[in-house]
T-cell receptor, first 114, second 115 residues
Framework: AQSVTQLGSHVSVSEGALVLLRCNYS??????LFWYVQYPNQGLQLLLK??????LVKGINGFEAEFKKSETSFHLTKPSAHMSDAAEYFC????????????FGPGTSLSVIP | DAGVIQSPRHEVTEMGQEVTLRCKPI?????LFWYRQTMMRGLELLIY????????DSGMPEDRFSAKMPNASFSTLKIQPSEPRDSAVYFC?????????????FGPGTRLTVL
């Protein structure tokens, strides 16, 4: 079975500062990992995904995440925060061997301070 | 493409009433997912379809919930009778296939309030 935890339900950063959102997963098989973003009153949008190719994954809007098997982590980073990055971010995991449902984490709300 | 379309965007109803939520997936997508989002439980997968056939409904909370997909361009999620604890945002998502690497595209959601 798969599960995912996100450390910090709320993160605040200053505009221009580094964004780091933490995600740790648990999986009995090699996982596929995802980061989604949800803007207010909208559905979720895929930022990036890891599907067992390169461990450093680049996504949209300047975000990237690194898969670290030894740490069972898939943290999301962006070098310089922009006001438009303020949103809810969800890490998700699914089994990487056969189709199984995607399990979403509880989410981290990112605030960007001008 | 218009993306995943959901209707209504907001629904307010009274306890005991029947509620029907609608979803039109992206044209050409063969898989469709219904999710529920609440503050307490986060985002939960309720049911998903592939080629109009329900594959896994283990996330449907009770028999009061039912979902159908009569054709490739339309799906409904019905709650009968509705209860206040059903209040949530319900999302529909679609993907090309039921594959590990396929991206799910989410609709804007329906915010349901049951009084």
């Amino acid at each position: 079975a798969q599960s995912v935890t996100q450390l910090g339900s709320h993160v605040s950063v200053s505009e221009g500062a580094l964004v780091l959102l933490r995600c740790n997963y648990s999986s009995s098989v090699p996982p596929y990992l995802f980061w989604y973003v949800q803007y207010p009153n909208q559905g979720l949008q895929l930022l990036l995904k890891y599907t067992s190719a390169a461990t450093l994954v680049k996504g949209i809007n300047g975000f990237e995440a690194e898969f670290k098997k030894s740490e069972t982590s898939f943290h999301l980073t962006k070098p310089s925060a922009h006001m438009s990055d303020a949103a809810e971010y969800f890490c998700a995991v699914s089994a990487g061997t056969s189709y199984d449902k995607v399990i979403f984490g509880p989410g981290t709300s990112l605030s960007v301070i001008p | 493409d218009a993306g995943v379309i959901q209707s209504p965007r907001h629904e307010v109803t009274e306890m005991g009433q029947e509620v029907t939520l609608r979803c039109k997936p992206i044209s050409g997508h063969n898989s469709l997912f219904w999710y529920r989002q609440t503050m307490m439980r986060g985002l939960e997968l309720l049911i998903y379809f592939n080629n109009n056939v329900p594959i896994d409904d283990s996330g449907m909370p009770e028999d009061r919930f039912s979902a159908k997909m009569p054709n490739a361009s339309f799906s409904t999620l019905k709650i009968q009778p509705s209860e206040p604890r059903d209040s949530a945002v319900y999302f529909c998502a679609s993907s090309l296939e039921l594959a590990l690497t396929d991206t799910q595209y989410f609709g804007p959601g329906t915010r349901l309030t049951v009084l």
